[in-house]
């Protein structure tokens, strides 16, 4: 079945600057990778997604990125304001079950 | 369009008790999806249902939980004489169906049970 490493899983930066998060998966059959981002005590929201046919997608401050040879994705929030605070998860579909990774604490210091 | 509903928000048993947590998919959606969330980690997948059939229960206990998706009414997930370590969040989301377009996974709020 698919696993789904992500890295780091603690990140702190400090406003303004750039966050990176990456993440592998072992299915090559997964073609769906969404990225979550989770506030304390909240649901998981939908932030952005990326199909296996797409390279690279942006939607203002966030851009994912896909290596479908390498597997592994990556997301990218550029000028990280302090309500970017919150733990983000990368997930692979391959179709029919979502599996998330791990998760990553992102901290952004005013 | 109401969004995934779930039921209770929080639920409060004591060890022994059943837990029975409740999830109502979005309207046209016919997949229904558990994940469970310990404190401080990650989502992990429990169950999928389509309505009257369990799909894939490969992450769920084998003993004391159980799920269903019934033809009428929410999709429920039994937990038998609960534990401690059950203490968590689950979360139930919904979609579509199969095929392309059809994997965005709507969360609903999700029923924190604490074991006490």
């Known amino acids: 079945g698919e696993n789904v490493e992500q890295h780091p899983s603690t990140l702190s930066v400090q406003e303004g600057d750039s966050a990176v998060i990456k993440c592998t998966y072992s299915d090559s059959a997964s073609n769906y990778f969404p990225w979550y981002k989770q506030e304390l005590g909240k649901r998981p929201q939908l932030i952005i997604d990326i199909r296996s046919n797409v390279g690279e997608k942006k939607d203002q401050r966030i851009a994912v990125t896909l290596n479908k040879t390498a597997k592994h994705f990556s997301l990218h929030i550029t000028e990280t304001q302090p309500e970017d605070s919150a733990v983000y998860f990368c997930?692979?579909?391959?179709?029919?079950?979502?599996?998330f990774g791990a998760g990553t604490r992102l901290f952004v210091k005013a | 369009n109401a969004g995934v509903m779930q039921n209770p928000r929080h639920l409060v048993r004591r060890r022994g008790q059943e837990a029975r947590l409740r999830c109502s998919p979005m309207k046209g959606h016919s997949h229904v999806y558990w994940y469970r969330q310990l404190p401080e980690e990650g989502l992990k997948f429990m169950v999928y249902l389509q309505k009257e059939n369990i799909i894939d229960e490969s992450g769920m206990p084998k003993e004391r939980f159980s799920a269903e998706f019934p033809k009428e009414g929410p999709s429920i997930l039994r937990i038998q004489q609960v534990v401690r370590g059950d203490s968590a969040a689950y979360f139930c989301?919904?979609?579509?169906?199969?095929?392309?377009?059809?994997?965005?996974?709507?969360f609903g709020s999700g029923t924190q049970l604490s074991v006490l």
């Open positions: 997930a692979a579909s391959p179709g029919f079950k979502t599996i």
């Open positions: 989301t919904s979609s579509p169906g199969q095929g392309q377009g059809n994997e965005k996974l709507f």
